[in-house]
């Protein structure tokens, strides 16, 4: 049964940073793409960031760029995003989710490529 679950969310200030994580069973992770994405409320899903199976290329959003990364490690199975400066306009629900078979990622992630989408992790900034 093909699985996700995230995890790591919390509350934080705004300036610091937090670690989420996506824990995938019933597949094997490293053959697929995988996506980030986020929904606060009143707005729509959006993607944050994504990183290919294959050849590695990551992208980012332009909300994301230069204080988030995302990152593998395949031997546990996991793919991380390394959220750094939040601010306050980040806080929503973070959910991650594998890219179709054959999927190949590019600019902007798009939520219509990714499916099996996990219960999603809290992400609450505040001072």
């Known amino acids: 049964q093909v699985q996700l679950v995230e995890s790591g969310g919390g509350l934080v200030q705004p300036g610091g940073s937090l670690r989420l994580s996506c824990a995938a069973s019933g597949f094997t992770l490293d053959y697929y793409a995988i996506g980030w994405f986020r929904q606060a409320p009143g707005k729509e899903r959006e993607g944050v960031s994504c990183?290919?199976?294959?050849?590695?290329?990551?992208h980012y959003a332009d909300s994301a760029q230069g204080r988030f990364t995302i990152s593998r490690d395949n031997a546990k199975n996991t793919v991380y995003l390394q959220m750094n400066s939040l601010k306050p306009e980040d806080p929503a629900i973070y959910y991650c989710?594998?890219?179709?078979?054959?999927?190949?990622?590019?600019?902007?992630?798009?939520?219509?490529?990714?499916?099996?989408w996990g219960q999603g992790t809290q992400v609450t900034v505040s001072s």
């Open positions: 990183i290919s199976s294959a050849d590695g290329s990551i």
């Open positions: 989710a594998p890219g179709f078979m054959g999927l190949k990622v590019r600019r902007p992630c798009r939520e219509e490529e990714y499916d099996y």
